[in-house]
């Protein structure tokens, strides 16, 4: 029994699609148009109301339509393992998502689709439920990820010094990640705060597959890297120097300035910053000399 919430079905449903859930119906869908059923041009964007709309005037129109009924339910019962299985996974939480996608993609080796409905754990879960896998191969995998996912997970004390509300902190954070190739594909662009920190988080829960003292370091420069951003950026470290430039050079530094809409002195800083560690600090974030 696929127990989520069923859905609205217009009147003349065949009783025995009248409970079914999204799952369920998403699973008939993808059954009846690789037969050849149903020929939709859109397939998985149709909206779901959509495809139950299809199904059943598709059903209604055929003469052996218990058959093809029989058909459908003995491929929803080898394809979807019980809901009770996904219990543990919260809907909502894309950094546990990202996660899950991550290692069935590492284990079966197989890329699905992703951003055709409306969340992350939609797309999981109808393209998880379409593959051809037994029923103990999938149960198997979904209990593993449950013991894995306890381990790798990143304590949210370590990470409490990430900030959900502090826009330019998550943004320079995703930055530095993306700097030392650190960073793990969430599946989507992270724009707003939840997203950025899912996407941070992600990465680090990513990184405990590696060497747990080689991400405890890469953690505490991070952090360090931060507070020192946060110190210079107050003003405190600033002291008043005078560098002399060529004509052509000062000219060079109005340019960049008027180009990148700050004053000569954040130039100057930026440039500095980014060849420093560039050339000084190493993919772990160590310095080299």
């Known amino acids: ?3 989520s919430t ?6 003349n449903t065949p ?3 009248e409970n079914f859930s999204f799952r369920e119906i998403q699973c008939a869908w993808n059954y009846c148009c690789q ?7 859109l397939l998985n964007t149709t909206p779901l109301d959509q495809k139950i709309n299809i199904l059943v005037t598709y059903l209604n129109s055929i003469q052996n339509k218990e058959i093809i009924i029989n058909q459908i339910i003995q491929n929803n019962s080898n394809l979807l393992i019980d809901y009770n299985y996904f219990n543990w996974i919260d809907k909502n939480d894309k950094r546990l998502i990202i996660h899950i996608i991550h290692a069935f993609i590492n284990t079966f080796h197989f890329n699905f689709p992703i951003g055709i409905f409306p969340n992350l754990y939609q797309d ?3 393209n998880f439920d379409a593959q051809k896998f037994d029923l103990n191969t999938k149960i198997n995998f979904i209990n593993n990820q449950k013991n894995i996912w306890a381990q790798i997970r990143t304590n949210d004390v370590i990470l409490k010094w990430l900030d959900h509300n502090n826009t330019t902190q998550l943004n320079w954070a995703w930055g530095y990640l993306g700097k030392f190739n650190k960073r793990i594909n969430v599946f989507f662009t992270p724009i707003e705060n ?4 899912y996407a941070i988080q992600a990465s680090f829960d990513y990184m405990s597959y590696g060497n747990p003292s080689d991400k405890i370091l890469f953690m ?3 952090k360090k890297t931060w507070s020192q951003k946060k110190f210079r950026d107050s003003g405190k470290a600033k002291k008043p120097y005078h560098i002399p430039l060529t004509k052509s050079t000062q000219a060079q530094l109005e340019k960049l300035a008027e180009i990148k809409n700050l ?7 930026e440039l500095i910053i980014k060849e420093y560690e560039a050339i000084n600090l190493d993919e772990k974030g160590k310095t080299k000399y």
């Open 1 to 3: 029994m696929q127990s």
């Open 124 to 126: 999981f879960i109808t």
């Open 15 to 17: 009783k025995e699609f």
């Open 194 to 197: 939840n997203d950025l920190l």
């Open 220 to 222: 505490e420069r991070m």
């Open 35 to 41: 037969i050849g059923w149903v020929h939709y041009q």
């Open 263 to 269: 004053s000569k002195n954040e130039v100057l800083q």
């Open 6 to 11: 069923p859905q609205i079905f217009p009147t």
